[in-house]
């Protein structure tokens, strides 16, 4: 085996991606699947997705349910007494209105779904897991504020806090936690963005490298966060933004 293969390689790891079926989670699942994980453990609401990788696993989950998280955290101490060894908290949601119209629904659901889960699933898993990497999918929103979105960006600003805060109290077992923040990715999400001529060009021009980012961009700064390569970083935020948040005038 090379030494590229040896650091970035997560045979016989298990790992957990929420998320799992949107657009930038499918990439990290099949990423950390193909690195050689022995288990990728694929949360979502959508548990139908045909996975082309036998090591996939896809299971039902309702983010903002804390009883379904509970049993979930509650099946993998059954299933691995030691722990995982990849925790991946992609799953996220946005709902935009002007701020004095936001409603308290959209509000508690994006705090439950994009703070509250991430934040229990790695308190929960956690207990068990030694020597692992916890990689929190934040959003170049965890530093800017764009209109019309104070759930996600207060969220995504938590989450980044939260990282930081995790990586020092479970820096002792050796756990690595990491925030990747992406900027204007191609996704479902994204389409009603990208779709739009005026505000795909707005975007692209946002970046040094005059383009959109892909999922794949995603999946390899994650994939290099979950293995040995990354041994010693923790507490850090890596915004896969094609320069954005760098950007003066």
């Known amino acids: 085996m090379s030494y590229l293969d040896s650091v970035f390689s997560l045979s016989g790891k298990v790992v957990v991606v929420t998320g799992a079926s949107g657009g930038i989670g499918q990439a990290i699942t099949l990423c950390l699947a193909q690195a050689g994980a022995k288990k990728v453990y694929a949360l979502d609401l959508n548990y139908t997705t045909k996975w082309p990788n036998k090591n996939i696993e896809n299971y039902f989950m309702d983010l903002e349910d804390e009883n379904q998280i509970d049993s979930f955290v509650e099946k993998i101490k059954q299933d691995y007494p030691v722990g995982i060894d ?96 992406p900027g204007y990715i191609k996704t479902e999400m994204t389409k009603k963005s990208w779709s739009n001529d005026t505000i795909h060009e707005e975007r692209k021009k946002k970046t040094f490298l005059d383009r959109w980012g892909t999922s794949t961009d995603i999946a390899g700064t994650v994939l290099f966060l979950a293995s040995d390569a990354s041994s010693y970083i923790t507490g850090q935020d890596i915004y896969v933004d094609g320069g954005w948040t760098a950007k003066g005038l």
């Open 86 to 181: 990849v925790l991946v908290n992609c799953a996220g949601v946005t709902f935009t209105n002007d701020f004095f119209d936001y409603s308290d629904e959209d509000w508690d659901s994006t705090y439950r779904i994009n703070l509250l889960a991430p934040y229990l699933l790695s308190k929960g898993l956690a207990k068990t897991m030694v020597n692992g990497s916890i990689i929190n999918i934040t959003s170049l929103n965890a530093e800017l504020a764009f209109p019309n979105n104070p759930a996600y960006v207060t969220t995504k600003h938590g989450l980044k806090g939260l990282t930081k805060s995790l990586a020092l109290e479970l820096g002792k077992k050796n756990i690595r936690v990491n925030n990747v923040g």
